[in-house]
């Protein structure tokens, strides 16, 4: 197998052409790929695939072999591995992933990819496609009490499930703890759900850290500065142009009425070639 390894705003990513449909079992690869002993080692693994809707399709898991429906740093650079790639030759173009389709722009200088727009689409707050298990009809600011602990906590939908919480400030070690425990509340949250906890710092900038669901801790993750964004923005807290920075890196979110626009930037690491025996057996 032919691979490039990846970032955008820190989190990581192997990507690979699987247009021919020789690789199958995408649960076995991640977690051979993704594993950061024994393979590879990244957040998260990506395949391109043929579309019958768009121009082309994007498959992704997570490390730990479990598929999400989208994710949004990931599909910054799998829109600059295509492209590099020539799998596409157009600047603009549509990206088929499991939650919707998504519009992608190119901003580009001499064939090289420097940043990627992608409509993200309208957030839902509607607890059932979440889903979140609550009788309210948004789930905004509502408390979540983990032990000792409580939190005023909002959750959307952008492909995945999200959890927003406003901390100023909160340590690596409690959000890996909490963070754990919000994700793994099946009792609220039947599919688990990401965790987001969002600093604001002005009307035109927050911070955010992130425990994502079936990888931990990461750097950054795309659909959760989107959705701390659009919370934030829902919440008057911020306006409608927003730069989100990560421990990772920083993109901008656009909110507009019917949809959101995150721009960022894609990361090519290093290219190579993985043992098909190793890889298969």
Known sequence: MLFWKMQGAGNDFILFNNLDGRYVDYSQLAKKLCDRH?????????????????DIKMVYYNQDGSKADMCGNGIRCFSKFIYENKI?????????????NYDISLITQNDEVKLVKVEMGLPTLEPKLI???????????????????????????????HLVIFEDDISLQELDYYGSRLEQ?????????????????????????????????????????TS??????????VNDKVKVSSPGGEVEIEILKEKLYMTGPAQ????????????LA
């Not at 590879?40 to 395949?47: L, N, Q, S, V, Y």
């Not at 009788?135 to 492909?159: H, M, P, Q, W």
């Not at 701390?228 to 807290?237: E, F, Q, R, V, W």
């Not at 090519?268 to 890889?279: A, E, Q, S």
Request: hydrophobic share 40%; aromatic share 8%; with cysteine.
């Open 228 to 237: 701390s964004a659009y919370i934030a923005n829902k919440l008057g807290l």
């Open 131 to 161: 889903p979140a298990l609550t009788d309210y009809t948004e789930f905004i600011n509502e408390e979540i009490v983990i032990e000792d602990r409580k939190f005023l906590a909002s959750a959307v939908l952008i492909g995945v499930p």
């Open 268 to 279: 090519k690491i290093c290219d190579g070639r993985v043992d098909d025996d190793w890889l």
């Open 185 to 225: 509340n099946t009792k609220l949250f039947p599919k688990k759900i990401n965790v987001n906890f969002v600093k604001i710092i002005d009307k035109s900038t927050i911070g955010v850290k992130t425990y994502e669901r079936g990888c931990g801790y990461t750097l950054a993750c795309g659909t959760g500065m």
């Open 88 to 100: 596409v030759d157009k600047t603009s173009f549509l990206v088929e992933a499991a939650a919707r």
């Open 38 to 54: 024994f393979g590879i080692g990244a957040d998260g693994m990506m395949a391109c695939e043929k579309s019958t809707s768009c």
